[in-house]
């Protein structure tokens, strides 16, 4: 089971820092190193107008990448070259009105399932990458071209078509229906990309990388300033995608497996070329929205809905396979939480709630947002999975950041590879049929002023009560009372948990169900806040 302490951090342009360890029991390491089933493709290749006319182009494996990062990290990084200004200071509704032309997409017309549409630079999309096709294990460059792009007019055709590299890529696929070819992944700024399976909505996003995420010296964003795309076979339902990663301290060769589908998953294998040490680094950062929740933290404005989040807890498999369910916040602060692990089996941003009547919002669907599950696929060692939550008052701003931090980080001249399965799943993937924690609320006791939580668990068998005991602590304060009773509307318990917190400012809450002195469910942590 956890072990809790709480750090002190420094405050920071004004920012109150409150963190939070919690410590897994150490564990033999375990290696789960898995390849993924993507392979090379080797199909013939078919004429497409995008592809310089050039037969050789270059020769073109995953090592490829590799070399170009690890030569890379030897310089200075070189500033990516920026679109003119006449494209940055567009708006959004004109950036909007540009659209890759869809008798332009790459293999769009050749007999495969999947089609590739490119993204021009402009608004807020100002680094200029490079994009190539690679077939039968030669890449060649995508050229940009002067009927490429459908554009507001002809002045921004020029434009684009005179800059001749792109912003970002997107994949469709027929993940809903097998007559059309959704859109279902896209890399686009930075080292950002997001993903949908069948039924769902864009919401939580990924990250190549994190550096210096909430630190006082600001954080720093890696890119992917090159993608190298594989043409699948006649019959292959996944691709492969390569990047480059570039940034100030570190470059990175990457590669992704990624499977259409339900739900769709992305296979990552990485390898880093530190530049020089870096202590605070995120890998397989996710990141994504929480503004409320109605019955845990309300809004601090008058909102109709009844909860506005792209994702509402984080949910951890430790090394020694306890599953930790923390609902997120909006605080007045930043708060940062550090979760200590050693060869952690999986961690997730998660949005549990799937009903509209959860939400009660008819643009946004947040029910159909996607929870993002982060799978080690090799030994990640020590370390622990960070939380950031960062304070809000618009849903158009992600404020939560998670992330694995290995411990002792990233060191100069010592190459770092790891591999992890991206999956966007509606629910915890390891919870199929198990008990879940599946609703959470914070308020006063009736008749007195005490605080209290309740926690809803279901999938739990209530016909014998007393076989299950609720394990509660407070790291400042004290736990006046903890009871149990039947939720037959849940087919599970409800947790009630009464607590003291003193004259403490936040207090770290932990719950536990217990059977035969086991868990029997999720173990729900919180941080209190006397906001």
């Given amino acids: 089971m956890s072990k809790l302490t709480t750090l002190a951090l420094p405050l920071l342009t004004s920012l109150l820092f409150s963190t939070a360890v919690f410590s897994a029991p150490e564990t033999e390491l375990q290696d789960q190193t898995a390849t993924p089933e993507v392979t090379e493709a080797t199909d013939e290749a078919v004429e497409n107008p995008t592809i310089p006319p050039s037969p050789e182009g270059y020769k073109f494996n995953k090592q490829t990448v590799v070399d170009l990062a690890r030569s890379l990290s030897k310089q200075p990084m070189q500033a990516p070259q920026k679109a003119p ?38 608004f807020l999309y100002q680094d200029l990458i490079e994009i190539d096709a690679v077939e039968n294990g030669r890449a060649f460059p995508i050229e940009v071209k002067p009927d490429s792009f459908t554009t507001p007019n002809d002045e921004i055709n020029q434009l684009i078509t005179q800059v001749g590299k792109y912003a970002g890529l997107r994949l469709h696929y027929p993940i809903n229906r097998n007559e059309y070819k959704d859109e279902f992944i896209v890399f686009q700024g930075a080292s950002y990309f997001r993903a949908v399976s069948r039924g769902q909505n864009y ?29 699948p076979s006649t019959s292959q339902e996944a691709i492969v995608v390569h990047a480059l990663l570039d940034s100030k301290r570190v470059t990175g060769a990457y590669r992704f497996g990624i499977y259409p589908g339900s739900p769709t998953r992305v296979d990552v294998e990485a390898t880093l070329f530190p530049r020089d040490d870096i202590k605070h680094v995120g890998l397989a950062p996710i990141t994504s929205m929480y503004m409320f929740n109605g019955s845990l933290n309300h809004s601090r404005t008058e909102d109709f809905r009844e909860a506005v989040h792209d994702s509402e807890g984080l949910q951890i498999q430790t090394g020694k396979d306890e599953l930790l369910w923390r609902p997120l916040n909006n605080p007045e602060n930043l708060q940062i939480s550090a979760f200590m692990d050693q060869s952690p089996k999986g961690f997730g941003l998660i949005q549990r709630h799937r009903r509209f009547a959860d939400y009660q919002d008819l643009e946004a669907n947040y029910q159909n947002r996607p929870s993002m599950w982060i799978k080690p696929l090799n030994d990640w060692g020590e370390g622990h999975v960070e939380l950031v939550e960062i304070p809000s008052n618009s849903e158009a701003n992600d404020n939560i950041v998670a992330y694995w931090q290995p411990k002792g980080g990233l060191k100069k001249g010592e190459p770092f590879t790891y591999s992890y399965r ?62 149990l009773a039947p939720n037959p509307y849940q087919n599970g318990v409800r947790a009630y948990v009464t607590f003291d917190p003193k004259d403490a400012n936040s207090a770290e809450l932990r719950v536990q169900l217990q059977q035969e002195g086991k868990p029997l469910a999720a173990t729900w942590l919180y941080r209190w806040l006397n906001e």
């Fill in 203 to 231: 919401g939580v996003s990924a990250r190549g990388l994190a550096i210096d995420v909430a630190q006082p010296t600001g954080e720093e964003f890696p890119m992917f300033r090159h993608f190298w795309i594989e043409r």
């Fill in 85 to 122: 200004e006449a494209l940055n200071g567009m708006d959004y509704e004109t950036y909007r009105q540009i659209n890759f032309q869809q008798n332009q997409a790459v293999w769009g017309n050749s007999p495969t399932k999947f089609s590739i549409q490119l993204f021009a630079p402009g």
């Fill in 422 to 483: 991206l999956t966007m799943t509606n629910d915890t993937p390891v919870l199929a049929d198990k008990p879940h924690i599946v609703r959470s609320a914070q308020g006063n006791k009736l008749q007195n002023d005490n605080e209290e939580v309740v926690i809803d668990f279901n999938n739990i068998d209530i016909t014998d009560m007393n076989t299950i005991a609720v394990d509660a602590s407070i790291s400042s304060g004290e736990i006046i009372e903890a009871h």
